[in-house]
């Protein structure tokens, strides 16, 4: 079992929902991570957050809002998304930011219909 | 340009035979290399990483080498087993911000 627990697995939402994602590690790390990763194509960094505040946004659309409420916690509230949005959104973390290893969770599937 | 390329995109063996994934890199400046294995439908599980002083690391029947000179690495899978199945993920971090910079990944069949 991975250390990065995510909820839920599996999410379907019209385009006019509002839900959110979860994440969640008790290993002590100070770095957390979004990333979006399309079928068959490499993850792609959207949010890193480093001792609870917002250090990397890789310039992802406002219809994602991260937040990290505690450094155990990650969310990520979505809003108005588009179906081109629909991908496996994966969250890690690692002991600090820069160069340490990412442990990942299973991620979220989330289908936009 | 940071770039890591992978080959081959995908590969088919039969259990117990031995594999080797290759990864190309230009990220400079270099910190680390990592391989994971990516089972579908879960996330990224970490193999193994390596600093630029390290030829070798082994993992159980996983051993990566590092070449930094020619900025090679390679995933030597031994006597490959059915759960060997996956995508296998080339990052190496560096760059002026240190970042991760992905492979597309090696998605690997073995077949009984």
């Known amino acids: 079992d991975t250390e990065v627990t995510q909820t839920p697995k599996h999410l379907v939402m019209g385009m006019t929902n509002k839900k959110s994602l979860k994440c969640e590690q008790h290993?002590?790390?100070?770095?957390m991570y979004w990333y979006k990763q399309k079928a068959k194509k490499p993850p792609e960094l959207m949010f890193v957050?480093?001792?609870?505040?917002?250090?990397i946004n890789e310039s992802v659309p406002s219809r994602f809002s991260p937040e990290c409420p505690n450094s155990s916690l990650l969310n990520l509230h979505l809003h108005a998304l588009q179906p081109e949005d629909s991908a496996l959104y994966l969250c890690a973390s690692s002991l600090m930011g820069g160069y340490q290893p990412q442990h990942f969770g299973d991620g979220t599937r989330l289908s936009i219909l | 340009k940071n770039q890591v390329e992978q080959s081959p995109q995908s590969l088919i063996i039969l259990e117990g035979k031995n594999c080797t994934l290759q990864?190309?890199?230009?990220?400079?400046?270099?910190?680390?290399l990592r391989w994971y294995k990516q089972d579908t439908g879960r996330g990224p599980v970490s193999l193994t990483i390596?600093?630029?002083?390290?030829n070798t690391k082994s993992n159980g029947r996983y051993t990566a080498t590092l070449d930094a000179d020619t900025k090679q690495s390679s995933l030597h899978i031994t006597a490959s087993q059915l759960s060997d199945s996956a995508s296998y993920i080339c990052?190496?971090?560096?760059?002026?911000?240190?970042?991760?910079?992905f492979g597309k990944g090696t998605k690997l069949s073995v077949k009984p």
């Open positions: 390596m600093t630029f002083s390290e």
């Open positions: 290993m002590g790390h100070r770095a």
């Open positions: 990864c190309n890199y230009t990220v400079s400046p270099f910190s680390n």
């Open positions: 957050y480093s001792y609870e505040k917002l250090s």
């Open positions: 990052v190496v971090s560096g760059g002026s911000q240190g970042n991760l910079i």
